[in-house]
T-cell receptor, first 112, second 117 residues
Framework: KAGVTQTPRYLIKTRGQQVTLSCSPI?????VSWYQQTPGQGLQFLFEYFSETQRNKGNFPGRFSGRQFSNSRSEMNVSTLELGDSALYLC???????????FGPGTRLTVT | AQKVTQAQTEISVVEKEDVTLDCVYETRDTTYYLFWYKQPPSGELVFLIRRNSFDEQNEISGRYSWNFQKSTSSFNFTITASQVVDSAVYFCALSETLTTGNTPLVFGKGTRLSVIA
């Protein structure tokens, strides 16, 4: 099976712009979670989607949003970008009876 | 509240040495899962192992072994005969099991392992 894919891999944006990141889960996985990784805060949970519904949400401002499509692909959007949004954004999918999450390669976002 | 502590920020060892990465967790739940992930320089988090709170058996997989002790709330990871390819950041993570489902992963800060040839 193909693993989790994320596009784009690298992105450079300017403060105030918005950005959309995409994630395709492992085939058959219906749960998709997003995490932000920064040197200062480490790995922090953003949100989880299951069958097109947001199931959990982390402690991030409303500028961070997401959605999931009927084919389980997910997108996250960050509006009005701030310098502090520069991070590696990781997507993970989960399926079956196991609780382990499988991560994609991440999208490295740089805000200038 | 859930919390995962990896007290070792960085470890350097010489190739073929054994190394243990420590992980201590806090949870009020009696049912939970513990995980270890490896993050090589490429950035992708690679799943290594999952352990549920009812299974305290130690596990060995090749050069990797895990020691889960509920009495000390620890889930330590040992690499035997380390190799340069083991160089990476290793994360321990916790997820609680609630009636509504499993909580998101809570990660430790990670331990950067450098294996020197």
């Amino acid at each position: 099976k193909a693993g989790v894919t994320q596009t784009p891999r690298y992105l450079i944006k300017t403060r105030g712009q918005q950005v959309t990141l995409s994630c395709s889960p492992i085939s058959g996985h219906r749960s998709v979670s997003w995490y932000q990784q920064t040197p200062g805060q480490g790995l922090q949970f953003l949100f989880e989607y299951f069958s097109e519904t947001q199931r959990n949400k982390g402690n991030f401002p409303g500028r961070f949003s997401g959605r999931q499509f009927s084919n389980s692909r997910s997108e996250m959007n960050v509006s009005t970008l701030e310098l502090g949004d520069s991070a590696l954004y990781l997507c993970a999918s989960k399926g079956g009876t196991g609780n382990e999450q499988y991560f994609g390669p991440g999208t490295r976002l740089t805000v200038t | 509240a859930q919390k995962v502590t990896q007290a070792q920020t960085e470890i350097s060892v010489v190739e073929k040495e054994d190394v243990t990465l420590d992980c201590v967790y806090e949870t009020r739940d009696t049912t939970y899962y513990l995980f270890w992930y490896k993050q090589p320089p490429s950035g992708e988090l690679v799943f290594l192992i999952r352990r549920n709170s009812f299974d305290e058996q130690n596990e060995i997989s090749g050069r990797y072994s895990w020691n889960f002790q509920k009495s000390t709330s620890s889930f330590n990871f040992t690499i035997t005969a380390s190799q340069v390819v083991d160089s990476a950041v290793y994360f321990c993570a916790l997820s609680e099991t609630l009636t509504t489902g499993n909580t998101p992963l809570v990660f430790g800060k990670g331990t950067r392992l450098s294996v020197i040839a």
